[in-house]
Each structure stands twice: as C-alpha cells, then as structure tokens.
C-alpha cells in the first residue's frame, strides 16, 4: 500500500497586490491559505479579548489634526541601531512563513529588502539562513532567538546567525509555552514543515510537531542572565521582546538590554492582557530614552503607526498585514503591503502637521477617554 503523503497546499502566486486596508487582506488570504495554517497566523488565545484589544485600545487616543503646521511631503525616514530605513516599521518575527507562500521566509525578505526596511528572522523559520538570503539578498536583518536549554546549542546558533550577518538579537521572552489557541488545538495544528534553525535542539526536525511540543523542548525559564548570556556572547545588542509592564522593561535594562520590544505577542500569549498599545505609554516613561523602544501588536494602518511613535516607540514591528501579502502575492504582494504603510502615513503626517518622524514623537496625543 502507498504511504500517505499529506501535502500543504501553501499559496504559490507572484505579484502587486491592491491594499484597500490591511483588513480585507485577511479576509483575501483566508480564501487562499489551508485553514490550518490560516488559522494559526490570524489566531489569539483563548477568547481573543487580547487579540481585539489590540485593536480597540487605537481608540483611547486621537491624533489632532493640524492646519497651519507648513508641511509639505513629510519624510518618513528615520533610524534604528545605526540602520537608515526609510519607513519607521519593519518586519516582526513570525515563524513558518511557508504557512502563508511556497516560498517561506526567501519571499518575506526580498519584498522587506525591495522596500527597505528590516527584516526579522524569526529561529522557528521554515527556511534555512542561505534561503533567506536569496530573498534579502545583503539587507539588513535581525535574528530572533528561541532559545535552547543547552547553553552550547544556543552558541552556535548565535554563531549561525551572526555568520549570516544578524546586527540584532531579539530574545522573545513572552512564549515559554503557548498560549490557549483554541484554533490551533481544534484543528490538530503541527507545522507541515521543519524548522532548520533550531532542529539542532528538537527531537524532530520540526515537522509535524505543534508549538507546544516545540516550546516545551526550548527554554522555558527566562530570567536575566538569559539576557547577559545573550549579550555577552553575541557583542550584538540585545532587544527583550513581549514586555508589556513597566516592572519588566526596568528589569531588561537593568540586565543590560538595548532595546525594549513592547508586545504582547499579537494576542497569541496571555489572553486577558490589555491591549498592547494601551501598555507603550506607561513603559516609554520608565524607559525614559536610554533605549530605544520597538512596538508590535496590532498595527493595522498609518494612524496607529503614528499613534505609537507619539506614546514613546522608536519604530513599529508589522506582523500578520505582511503574511497576508505574502499569500496573496508573494514577494510582491509584501512590498505592496508596505508600501501602503508607508503611504498611509505619510497621509496621517501631512494631516497631522508633522513633517519628520521627530515630529511624530514630539506630538501630543488627544485623550479621548
Ligand atoms: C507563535 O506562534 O506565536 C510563535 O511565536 C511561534
């Protein structure tokens, strides 16, 4: 009898996609992605109080538009850890970009290196770091580590990464186990694919294992010392991810830290967590400018862009808006994910009589509660 071949049938299509808003791609690549993988990317925790309030805590502030501010064609640029981009986003880490396109991370890269910005590769990549690389082809990147129980495994895996070029290491610290995808557990999710980063420390390669069984073979107790280990090994800096109270982020600088990576994992961790952007405030002001701030966690449109950078981000991280493009256009379908971004933004900066991204951070928000 033939063996059974269970095939993922990943979207395969090259090209421009047009972005009405980041809403409809979802809803577009639902009908294209297999449900298992479709609902692995959308998905939250639990009741997805989290993942919603990512979306409704937009709402707490308002942007004031300003009339008489002598703005004509804002610039978007800016800088992050030495890297000139011309957008403040980039790309956050996300595993198993083959869920989305046949052609995994490689297609995610190229159309975040054709627009110009960073991408992050995250350690549970469905590609190889040389796969990548014929997407990113010498952009600039940053490398997310999960990390090993084992000390020597976690070394040569920063070694891998930092051979490839990582000027960056994120420390994801808010997924030591995951959390309550009730999607995921429904729909008996395992990745149809291996992990090639970090298979070195699975008893797989990564294939038909679920996050579950994955995170409980990586580390699961993250203290500081993570941190320092980090540092000290790589001379690379540091940024400590899915920090979303201000106890924490003292506790990352305090361990040496260079960056504070506020949240909270796309609503796919601790359901019942406030939104993410309803934390940023509280955390930019203990922060207080000595490291700069990267913010994640529903990021659907250029207002809430500028709405972070005004709470006190230095750049926003873009997640689930991205995969989506992937799948509807692979490389292409990203950089016009981006590039909307980027448009709308420069839209809300004229709006809003901010000229640069200085601007931005120096405006004032309304209070609409
Ligand atoms: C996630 O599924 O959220 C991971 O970070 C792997």
Redesign the pocket.
Known sequence: TKKEVKVYDAPTKIQDIEVLNTYQLEKLASDIVPKGGFDYISGGSGDEFTLQRNQTAWQTKGVLPRVLADVEHPDPSTSILGHDIRAPFIMAPI?AHGLAHETKEAGTAKGVAEFGTIMSISA?SGAKFEEIEEGLNGGPRWFQIYMSKDDELNKNIIDEAKADGATAIIL?AD?TLSGNREKDIANKFVYPFGMPIVSRYLTGSGANMS?NNIYAQSKQKITREDVKFLKDYSDLPVLVKGIQSADDALLAIGAGADGIWVSN?GG?QLDGAPGSFETLEGISKVVAGRVPIIFDSGVRRGEHIFKALASGADIVALGRPVLYGLALGGWKGVRSVLEYFDEDLKRVMQLAGTQTIEDIKQAQLFDMK
């Open positions: 595993a549970y994801t997924a996050l994992h796919r």
